[in-house]
């Protein structure tokens, strides 16, 4: 006797090696304890249980018992083929609208206003684009925010050393690399001379308390900083619904505070205001928002900035894309809001540290950070060799446009195509390779498609009218139209997983399928005939079948697709 069990109930993902069918499940493993029988008698009477389902005969060829338990499936060339033509028809490419969609907050990038953007910021500017990207196209409405840091004490020794050691002429050919200057000039003596750290605590207080010329001051350190942080969204195409930085959340703290006591979620302990968890893994460390000596601490902003999201956009979901280093912070940040009663998903988006090729952190020869803006103009200098070399006959202009879309596109995809919880090795010298897991390789993948469609003079907009149909004849092309059914699953675990590398990963498998299809089947050389011609217009059609899902893959990271390389 089979076991009654719906497929719908049996979660499928394509088996690391071909040879094991193109799907399978290792449900008989998990299922085996509750059953207490073994995984492979569990995996025969699933294979048993299956067959009394006539309409998965039509999608499945057959379906065997493998290894320790495992039940792969073979699908039906002809389905294959049938749902390859459904998906293709598509605009969305066989990817489902959600039955409801949510809103989904993303808190991502949030540099300090008066530094200027270094390696460190790439991460959380990368990701939360990319993650925002998806939830976008998967029909959700998405909220983005840059949560910038431009309120503290720190602006008390940049208003002592815009006083005291301005250069103007540095300010003037780069703003926040002097204000960068003064500020570690004024740092480094407040260490050392005390009567330095209090003058600084004084225009602080002066900032705090409205003081004209300092306030002044500021709102000029944030006016240079937004230019130069735009320069850089810009280039790298990333966008916000909302800038809304420290300064923005500092008036409500008095009163979110003041609540918070009363409903008996925080109190003062040691002259502190701190919400204490007994949570095992909290209770070694209270969560202090305010400090004996009355200052706020960026805890108490964000309770404040929850507070405001809720009642502004009513999410069902927040993102907040930083360091992996802060999850104790945002452990006891999400705990503190659930007991104030709060009813939204909240999920820290860890990442991993960018490393040298020493394996150290990435810093400069000095040992300084790597200016984000330096790193972004050396890989598209080292992208334009590349491109001159490749395409030497070109135009100026359009070898700099492809250089700067095959740079900064490989900078995007070196961050998104590994798990972003891990640290990762950056090599200019590996993302740009073209023969590699890198963002060139895919990018030329897209671009030899186009030079197919050139030199055959084929209309695009009538292969995709006309009512060709998918002919599989070889195995690489029938392998390739399987990977390219896989998008939508692909996508959709990108999103629920918070994980680009998910997309990125799919991609470059499509992309190897796709030259071993390109190196095995012609394309526009073929006999004539009524039967070739059909199988010209179905290896056409799979070859934009491909260049679609590259495009909008590669749009959903960020990343940029060349019409030639």
Known sequence: MGVDLPPEEIVLSAPRKEAFGDLATNIALSLSNKLRLSPKEIAEKIRQGLEKYTDLQDIVKNVEVAGAGFVNFRLNEAWVERKAGEFYDQERLGVPEPAKPLTVVID???PNVAKPMHVGHIRSTIIG?????????????????NHLGDWGTQFGMLIVGYKRFLDKEALAKDPLGELEHIYQKVYNLAQQDEAVAEEARQEHAKLQSGHEQNL???KEFMQWSKMEFDKIYQRLGVKFDHTLGESFYNPMLGDVVKELKEKGIARESEGAICIFFDEPELADAPFIIQ?????????????????????KFKPDLILYVVDIRQRLHFQQLFTAVRRWGYEVRLEHIGFGTILGEDRTPLKTREGGLVRLEDLLDEAEKRALSIVNEQNPDLSEAERQDIARAVGLGAVKYCDLSGARQSDYIFSFNRMMRLDGNTAP????????IQSIFRKGEINIAKLRRGNGKFLLQEESERDLAKC?????EAVLSAASEFAPHLVSAYLYELSTRYSRFYETCPVLTSSSGPSMDGLKESRLMLCDYVARVLKLGLNLLGIESIERM
Not at 291 to 311: F, P, V
Not at 441 to 448: G, I, P, S
């Open 108 to 110: 991502f990038s949030s």
């Open 129 to 145: 684009d990319a993650l925002g990207r998806i939830y976008r196209f998967l029909g959700h409405k998405v909220i983005t925010d």
């Open 216 to 218: 002044a001051l500021w």
């Open 291 to 311: 400090r004996r000596d009355g200052a706020w601490l960026y805890s108490a902003t964000d309770l404040a900035t929850i507070k405001y999201r809720m009642e």
């Open 441 to 448: 390789y895919l990018q030329y993948a897209y671009a030899r």
């Open 484 to 488: 390219l059914l896989r998008f939508p």
